[in-house]
């Protein structure tokens, strides 16, 4: 007789009803239509165990979400597929030619299936969940009181390796997510891809085509400028990555973890009960809350984001203002997709605190769009030669009001400008 009555999937999950069960049943299809395996579970705890650099196993994160995209038909795509990508690419970059004085930044072009996403993106993921779990993980171990620091040294280490598990899955899997769902390396806003390589994922773009009354020509075609003016704008703004990822770091660095009540459920959890590590877990031994230094970097991180891509939705609506009847149509469609996000962006929101689709794309749109007709497209990328020029998000409030006094720029050399530069920067040299 079976000691697992009741519904089938029952009798085949040791699991049912106990903490471990959401744990197990995301580890990348450990759980299939016949129940868990257990064999690939214990797979999977061993990759989680593996000793490994830093604090998330990035090994174990590309394995997790290469699983996750492994549940639906992932076609590599085919010459032709890829061939379509690279002329759209090509001409994409002719036509920026003509609206940015921004040389190109496209060294080499690819067609990604979705696992090829995930494998050419982790490197640059790494470099932007690493500092925040890394901190997290670090801030659990300091926040427990001192007088129960002997106490509590065996499991600190527990939990530490505890956390980096669960960072790992969710990471891998909300990778996996993304991949569902991006059309291009850049797509959040960052080029997530090998340096200069811009890629497009010919299965996403069909879905993303579907029920759009568009060719598939100019679905590709529009994201493939999307996708040339992103690289443009990071090849030209060399600072703007390290802008980007220093504004995570200081997010990361100001994580604390409020120490009321840790030493009460330290003294209360019972560690031959995995429901008390499970319920500690789940009663906000770990609830991060900002601190106003987080907050003004994560807006620091939006606004950021929300220039880049207004920045693009200006110069590919310059660029298609003669040549494409469907790109209004198209725009709506991107701005609406990026202002909703979906599930696998709620997850990274839930994971690292940040929100990968800019809020205010609208605003930052208007506002460079109303730059460029005031004083030329020399004037609107010219904003993007220091951070400090840039636009704030009370700048975003009033788009139409930025620089509103200021005229077109004359002609300088390049001693001038450099000068110029410095005085709006520094403020006046009193010396002389």
Not at 109 to 127: C, H, L, P
Not at 309 to 330: C, N, Y
Not at 349 to 370: K, M
């Amino acid at each position: 007789m079976s000691d697992f009555p009741g519904d089938p999937d029952d009798r085949n999950n040791p699991f049912k009803g106990t903490p471990f069960e959401q744990l197990f049943s995301g580890l990348g299809g450990a759980a299939g239509a016949g129940g868990f395996d257990l064999s690939a579970i214990f797979g999977q705890l061993q990759a989680m165990m593996k000793p490994h650099d830093g604090p998330v196993n990035w090994e174990f994160v590309t394995d997790t979400a290469r699983r996750a995209v492994a549940q639906q038909p992932d076609p590599s795509p085919s010459q032709r597929e890829k061939d379509s990508v690279a002329d759209a690419l090509g001409l994409a970059d002719h036509w920026l030619d003509e609206v940015t004085d921004f040389s190109t930044g496209v060294t080499s072009t690819a067609a990604w299936s979705r696992a090829e996403w995930v494998v050419n993106t982790v490197d640059v993921w790494q470099g932007l969940v690493e500092p925040i779990a890394a901190s997290a993980i670090d801030a659990m171990g300091s926040a427990v009181p001192e007088e129960a620091q002997t106490m509590a040294g065996p499991l600190i280490g527990m939990m530490r390796q505890g956390i980096s598990m669960m960072v790992g899955t969710q990471v891998g899997t909300g990778l996996g997510a993304l991949a569902g769902e991006v059309l291009s390396a850049s797509d959040v806003g960052l080029p997530l891809g090998p340096q200069g390589q811009a890629a497009l994922l010919p299965a996403n773009l069909a879905t993303f085509a579907d029920g759009l009354d568009v060719s598939a020509d100019d679905v590709r075609l529009y994201l493939a400028l999307r996708e040339a003016a992103h690289q443009r704008l990071f090849h030209n703004v060399g600072w703007l990555r390290e802008h980007l990822l220093t504004a995570i770091t200081d997010y990361a660095g100001g994580i604390n973890i409020d120490t009321s009540g840790i030493e009460a459920q330290l003294t209360q959890m019972d560690l031959s009960n995995p429901q008390s590590l499970q319920d500690a877990l789940e009663g906000g031994l770990f609830d991060l809350a900002r601190s106003p230094a987080q907050e003004a970097a994560l807006q620091r991180i939006e606004v950021t984001l929300a220039l880049i891509e207004g920045w693009v939705d200006e110069v590919v609506s310059q660029a298609t203002a003669d040549r494409m009847p469907a790109a209004s149509k198209l725009a709506e469609a991107v701005r609406r997709r990026r202002a909703a996000g979906g599930p696998a962006e709620e997850t990274f929101a839930a994971l690292v605190g940040l929100e990968l689709r800019p809020r205010r794309l609208r605003d930052a749109a208007t506002l460079w769009g109303s730059l460029r007709a005031r004083q030329g497209s020399e004037a609107r990328d010219g904003v993007w030669l220091h951070p400090h020029l840039l636009p704030t998000a009370a700048d975003l409030d009033d788009p139409l009001g930025f620089r509103e006094g200021a005229s077109a720029p004359a002609e300088l050399d390049e001693d001038a400008f450099e000068a110029g530069l410095r005085e709006l920067l520094d403020g006046p040299d009193t010396d002389q």
